[in-house]
């Protein structure tokens, strides 16, 4: 069964502190792994996309990598409006379907 | 250009009376999905409409869940009478047909009280 795994489940920074979010997969066939980020009371929002293993894909202070078992979400020098949920899912085998995990709730301290 | 909407934002009913939530796809989005996020949860998946295929149904809870969709535009989810354990926030997403990006809606927040 298709199982996606995000630890810590929450995680406290201070401003400036660099950090990674991990994202544990297991799938039959990854055809994606997505990134996302959820502010409160909002639906998420699409970050990035990564398709095979050693794929690096960056935006603004947010770096995201990809193994055979795991992505991590690198995020440096964070600033306090980087706080957020942010949630991992994958895409795996012939279905149109994304399994996402339970997400890393962010919070930057300034 | 303009993203997914869902109508309402907010909706609070009674144990046992039925809703009904929309969402408007982005323009042009053949594929359009159907999730429920209960408080502190993941997003769990319910229902996958591409074009004039036949529905991924798998993720839905109950019999008391339905959705339509007509042609490529407006969804509904519709719950039938209400149970308290289906209060949660409902989200929407698009995505293109050749990409498996999904852009979200901003959720309706269901409470069956």
């Known amino acids: 069964e298709d199982q996606v795994t995000q630890s810590p489940e929450a995680l406290r920074l201070q401003e400036g502190e660099s950090s990674s979010l991990n994202c544990s997969y297991t799938?039959?066939?990854?055809?994606?792994l997505f990134w996302y980020r959820q502010d409160p009371g909002k639906g998420p929002e699409f970050l990035f996309t990564?398709?095979?293993a050693g794929e690096e894909k960056e935006k603004e202070r947010l770096k995201a990598t990809l193994t055979k078992k795991e992505s991590f979400l690198h995020i440096t020098a964070p600033k306090p409006e980087d706080s957020a949920t942010y949630l991992c899912?994958?895409?795996?085998?012939?279905?149109?379907?994304?399994?996402f995990g339970t997400g890393t709730l962010l919070a930057v301290q300034p | 250009g303009a993203g997914v909407s869902q109508s309402p934002s907010n909706k609070v009913t009674e144990k046992g009376k039925d809703v009904e939530l929309r969402c408007d796809p982005i323009?042009?989005?053949?594929?359009l999905y159907w999730y429920r996020q209960r408080l502190g949860q993941g997003l769990e998946f319910l229902i996958y409409?591409?074009?004039?295929?036949?529905?991924?149904k798998s993720g839905l809870p109950s019999d008391r869940f339905s959705a339509e969709r007509t042609g490529e535009s407006v969804s509904t989810l519709t719950i039938q009478r209400t149970q308290q354990e289906d209060s949660a926030v409902y989200l929407c997403?698009?995505?293109?047909?050749?990409?498996?990006?999904?852009?979200f809606g901003p959720g309706t927040r269901l409470t069956v009280t």
């Open positions: 899912a994958v895409r795996g085998g012939a279905t149109n379907k994304l399994i």
């Open positions: 799938v039959s066939g990854l055809r994606g």
């Open positions: 997403a698009s995505r293109t047909g050749g990409s498996y990006e999904q852009y």
């Open positions: 409409f591409q074009g004039n295929s036949a529905p991924d």
């Open positions: 990564l398709y095979s």
């Open positions: 323009s042009g989005h053949t594929a």
